[in-house]
């Protein structure tokens, strides 16, 4: 399978689950006092913006990995497709997070819970770079040999952090979802990133 | 990033998000007397019929303008995905909408509602033309200057037309929905419509 | 706006429409008699499948028209995209007819729902059809005159077809369900479909 | 139509599908014990796990069947639309497998239905092989004649394998699910899997 085709059907699957996230935001059932009822609702929105920036930085981020290969062989479709597994997943978390909140029931759990599925995908990133790097096994031959020892421990950092908001989850719920939508931001402006642009053109 | 694969993650967005406007309509619970459960659902017609022209027109719109575009810079994938961020909410109030005006409850809520969502990515859709614009960052050579300061104008004008449907929400819920219908025709037929679609052929 | 990019978002659409044809089978509520509970949900599973050839059927169709295009003005655009409004929105009267039918109550109310939702359909592609072909406006110059009026004469039966499909809707539920599917098979297999092939290729 | 096309759709529809599953796991209804009903619903998470390496092994096998046709007439794509819908359909079985599991109720009914859907998918790929291969009818010149016959006589083991999932499905439910599972990861690691890999590059 060539580049090109694994990455239409990953942006396929990134772009529909990106958009099943506006499922996970509940309908109201007063419609009698509708304004607090969508007022109430505002985890509800937290949880779904953090999550659509998670996603679309992770779609952005897919397109530099995947650029930075020369190539595809089986294993790296099957590694990646456990990557879209656990990317597809997000609206779960994300709506149970979401109703946590806003029942002031299981934030911690729901937050616990949300990271727990973040660790899983960070791990699935690492897995993906780890398989495809080493040994420059896959990696497109440009590609400076220093930055690839770089990248390869900032994914390792990246499972790490992701381990210590489960640990932040089981501390406050609010301060989780705080850490991930500061990690979102800075994967999307981190200096790792964009070197990593740079090369992709 | 290059321009063909934004536009084609963008497309995919806009098609599900287009798509996922029909899980807006309530399912009829009384099939004894459906065809009165199927009349009564007529707001939630209306309100999918509407969405379903703004979402389409914004992807007409959205070619026009990415086309206008010589590249695209870390910044304007950014702001292109809080974009899509705001057209992807849309089926929510969409749905609510409906429901309100069916029920007859919280119409007005619901109609203000709808149109600080539409406020919101009237905002979005501004600030991605004036990043891309201002000082002709990523516009193409052959877009005419003055073209530029009157649809930046025009783009402006947008977010204060969307400003006062929240005030007509406000007032009349069945008049905001009616404005919001005009305003998609008038973004599929207006003559600033028409000069982008020719410059990009 | 190319051919190419119209057609794109248009598979999108289709795509996703067909795919969501899945979420109007009922979950079962009894699991004890499970079995059971399955089986009552046939209308569901006919009612899918007859969906699915219709927008499958549909798909196929639509590249054979936008194939005969030479290309497509913003009229186009939008005739397109009010078809692909009529298609989005089948999920809806497939899932009222599959439970009306296994309610048994409303059967005949759903079954002209239904046919009223196909009729509007073939309205609308008769629209785009004559809309393109009338004065050869969109055709591509090497498709023959005499088989654009053959089409259109066939685009309009078509649409006295489906409004046949409202009366027999009205008279038994079942048949109504029967003649959808065949004429889907129609659809697939009469020979101005055929020709139509022949000439895109 | 193209292979491209026809390619590009299939595309669409699988990555649809596999993102419906997440649509499949039921929410938590008790938020003040959400850790233990997160883990009661273990059984919707390996039914959701189980499903998308299924419709995800499948993806990639669609590529390397149609890779080996030269091109397509209107029946393959029949065929291709037929095979799409037990695709689609995979989310409902899914979740009511996942459910039954939970509750503990109508396991092995649903195990069993679960098993049929898939006999009708493999029945539905064998269908598609068959017609392309028969008479090399579609095959492109240069794949191996004797590889065609030990092909085809893959496909039609793999209907009597499925079922025979089917049996085990009657017999016991969670069995049954790890027979799907060992099967998904059977077909994306056999040698026969191998040699189509070689075959399309």
């Known amino acids: 399978m060539g580049k090109a085709r694994l990455e239409a059907f990953s942006d396929g699957v990134f772009a529909i689950a990106i958009t099943l996230l506006v499922l996970t935001i509940p309908t109201p059932s007063d419609y009698r006092h509708l304004s607090d009822a969508l007022l109430d609702h505002w985890p509800a929105y ?66 616990v819970f949300y990271s727990l599925v973040m660790l899983v995908n960070a791990l699935a990133w690492a897995a993906l770079w780890v398989y495809g790097s080493s040994g420059r096994r896959l990696l497109a031959p440009e590609f400076p040999e220093e930055q690839r020892r770089t990248a390869t421990a900032l994914f390792t950092l990246g499972a790490f952090v992701y381990a210590a908001t489960v640990v932040v989850g089981f501390v406050n719920a609010y301060a989780c979802l705080a850490v991930h939508a500061a990690l979102a931001v800075y994967y999307a402006l981190d200096p790792v990133a964009r070197w990593v642009t740079r090369f992709t053109g």
Not at 55 to 74: E, K, P, S, Y
């Open 46 to 111: 937290a949880t779904y913006v953090v999550s659509f920036a998670v996603i679309g930085i992770m779609w952005v981020n897919h397109h530099t990995i995947v650029g930075h290969f020369a190539g595809l062989d089986r294993n790296a479709v099957y590694l990646n497709l456990a990557l879209l597994a656990t990317i597809v997943f997000v609206p779960y978390p994300t709506g149970v997070f979401g109703e946590a909140l806003q029942r002031g029931q299981g934030e911690r759990t729901a937050a």
